[in-house]
């Protein structure tokens, strides 16, 4: 380890191998540091939060604080952060709420822009971007390689299916399916997020039937009952195609239209 002698780090932390935490650091009781990962600046990690191995922290950083939430009453909750995760510079991670299971978890291989918020109770995927200044409010799911824009707020309790996009600026107040893009104030859709699945290597024969479903639920002025009654009968049930409508049928807040 490669603790530096102005940190300050409790006797109750848990401190993986080959662990470096710089200057003035603060490290509280009942934190979990994985092995290798890097700690910057007056980084603040409070108690009952878990990293993983191979993350880095950036300078001023605050991670694993009290939830904002009027709610909250001191119960024990916790903040778990994956393998490979980035945060950047004064990014803001809370802990969970009894309420609301009481844990916060960030996926693998985030990246978490300067300035950005994750609120209490959210869960992220693997491999989720938030830019600078995204906002997570409590409750918030966001699935596998979602990327949020700049400066966008998501609403509570909303959900992100897995491959969408988010643009910078954007207000979120209702469910973004799977594989779309998703922008504006308030948040519209406005098709496939066809680069960002061609990266990861979606055969064209899955966009071209998730873009068969797309049209058939978001412009044929179909109620989303029938329009999922007509994608069930005339495209191809591909594994995209079934992730796609069993995420829209189970909405809980509503689709973004």
């Given at each position: 380890?490669?603790?530096?002698?102005?940190?300050?780090?409790?006797?109750?932390?848990?401190?993986?191998?080959?662990?470096?935490?710089?200057?003035?650091?603060?490290?509280?009781?009942?934190?979990?540091?994985?092995?290798?990962?890097?700690?910057?600046?007056?980084?603040?990690?409070?108690?009952?939060?878990?990293?993983?191995?191979?993350?880095?922290?950036?300078?001023?950083?605050?991670?694993?604080?009290?939830?904002?939430?009027?709610?909250?009453r001191?119960?024990?909750?916790?903040?778990?952060?994956?393998?490979?995760?980035?945060?950047?510079?004064?990014?803001?991670?809370?802990?969970?709420?009894?309420?609301?299971?009481g844990?916060?978890?960030?996926?693998?291989?985030?990246l978490?822009?300067a300035?950005?918020?994750?609120?209490?109770?959210?869960?992220?995927?693997k491999?989720?971007?938030?830019?600078?200044?995204?906002?997570?409010?409590?409750?918030?799911?966001?699935?596998?390689?979602?990327?949020?824009?700049?400066?966008?707020?998501?609403?509570?309790?909303?959900?992100?299916?897995?491959?969408?996009?988010?643009?910078?600026?954007?207000?979120?107040?209702?469910?973004?399916?799977?594989?779309v893009?998703?922008?504006?104030?308030?948040?519209?859709?406005?098709?496939?997020?066809?680069?960002?699945?061609?990266?990861?290597?979606?055969?064209?024969?899955?966009?071209?039937?998730?873009?068969?479903?797309?049209?058939?639920?978001?412009?044929?002025?179909?109620?989303?009952?029938?329009?999922?009654?007509?994608?069930?009968?005339?495209?191809?049930?591909?594994?995209?195609?079934?992730?796609?409508?069993?995420?829209?049928?189970?909405?809980?807040?509503?689709?973004?239209?």
């Amino acid at each position: 380890m490669a603790i530096h002698p102005t940190a300050i780090v409790d006797a109750g932390a848990e401190i993986g191998d080959n662990v470096e935490i710089g200057p003035f650091a603060i490290i509280k009781d009942n934190v979990c540091i994985g092995a290798r990962t890097r700690i910057g600046a007056y980084v603040m990690i409070d108690h009952y939060t878990e990293i993983g191995p191979d993350c880095v922290i950036y300078p001023y950083a605050a991670v694993g604080g009290d939830p904002q939430d009027l709610k909250f009453r001191g119960e024990k909750s916790w903040l778990k952060v994956g393998r490979k995760t980035i945060i950047r510079e004064f990014a803001t991670l809370h802990r969970g709420t009894g309420l609301g299971g009481g844990l916060t978890s960030v996926g693998e291989e985030n990246l978490l822009m300067a300035y950005c918020h994750v609120a209490h109770d959210c869960h992220t995927g693997k491999a989720v971007i938030l830019s600078n200044n995204a906002t997570l409010a409590g409750h918030v799911t966001l699935g596998d390689h979602v990327i949020v824009g700049g400066l966008a707020a998501v609403h509570q309790f909303v959900k992100v299916g897995n491959h969408a996009y988010i643009g910078g600026k954007s207000a979120v107040v209702k469910d973004i399916p799977p594989y779309v893009i998703a922008s504006g104030d308030r948040a519209t859709l406005h098709g496939l997020n066809k680069v960002g699945l061609r990266r990861r290597e979606f055969p064209e024969e899955s966009l071209k039937h998730l873009k068969q479903a797309y049209r058939i639920l978001f412009r044929y002025g179909l109620t989303l009952k029938e329009g999922i009654e007509r994608v069930r009968a005339s495209v191809e049930p591909t594994p995209e195609v079934s992730a796609f409508i069993d995420f829209i049928k189970n909405s809980d807040r509503g689709i973004t239209r």
